[in-house]
Antibody
Framework: EVQVVESGGGLVQPGGSLRLSCAAS????????MTWVRQAPGKGLEWVAN????????SYVDSVKGRFTISRDNTKNLLYLQMSSLRAEDTAVYFC??????????????WGQGTPVIVSS | SYELTQPPSVSVALGQTARITCGGN??????VHWYQQEPGQAPILVIF???KRPSGIPERFSGSNSRNTATLTISSAQAGDEADYYC?????????FGGGTKLTVL
């Protein structure tokens, strides 16, 4: 069974840092691009970042560029999101998802339950 | 940047057909994917590549994409279909989600 499980969320002060993790199982992790998507309280889904299979190609939404870093460890089947200079507007549930690549654009076929991040003093 | 427009809410009578639209400039040139999200739950893929259903998704769910509007159609709507629905496309290297539509089954 394909499964992704996020962890690492919590309460952090503005300007602080946090690292989220996503543990993958049930599929060949190194064969798939992965993504982070977030959802602020009462709001819609917002894509955050993608990373290709080998970790060499990454893309980010403009609002997190320079502050967030997506990475992966294919030996441990882990996806990460390092978040720094956190702002109140980064408060959200962060979902990890597997990307099924498709031209001209892929879709997310397996999602975790999410991990909440609260940025507040 | 590319934008997707969804109606904030759609209502449908039990057993009738619900249609949720997703508007975007020349959206027919893109793959449109749809997700269902119940409160407090993770999103679930219900339609990919405009009209394909993943395994396990009922045939009542279908999709279409033409010119500037993609549509998710839910026939014989059931109480369990009540949820938020999001469309999704790519714009270059960026992923774009629609604002979401809350489906109410009356």
């Amino acid at each position: 069974e394909v499964q992704v499980v996020e962890s690492g969320g919590g309460l952090v002060q503005p300007g602080g840092s946090l690292r989220l993790s996503c543990a993958a199982s049930g599929f060949i992790f190194s064969s798939y691009s992965m993504t982070w998507v977030r959802q602020a309280p009462g709001k819609g889904l917002e894509w955050v970042a993608n990373i290709k299979q080998d970790g060499n190609e990454k893309s980010y939404v403009d609002s997190v560029k320079g502050r967030f870093t997506i990475s992966r460890d294919n030996t441990k089947n882990l996806l990460y999101l390092q978040m720094s200079s956190l702002r109140a507007e980064d408060t959200a549930v962060y979902f990890c998802a597997r990307l099924q690549w498709l031209l001209p654009g892929g879709y997310f076929d397996s999602w975790g339950q999410g991990t909440p991040v609260i940025v507040s003093s | 940047s590319y934008e997707l427009t969804q109606p904030p809410s759609v209502s449908v009578a039990l057993g009738q057909t619900a249609r949720i639209t997703c508007g975007g400039n020349n959206i027919e040139g893109k793959n449109v994917h749809w997700y269902q999200q119940e409160p407090g739950q993770a999103p679930i893929l219900v339609i990919f590549r405009d009209s394909k259903r993943p395994s396990g998704i009922p045939e009542r769910f279908s999709g279409s994409n033409s010119r500037n509007t993609a549509t998710l159609t839910i026939s014989s709507a059931q109480a369990g279909d009540e949820a938020d629905y999001y469309c999704q496309v790519w714009d270059g290297r960026n992923v774009i989600f629609g604002g979401g539509t809350k489906l109410t089954v009356l």
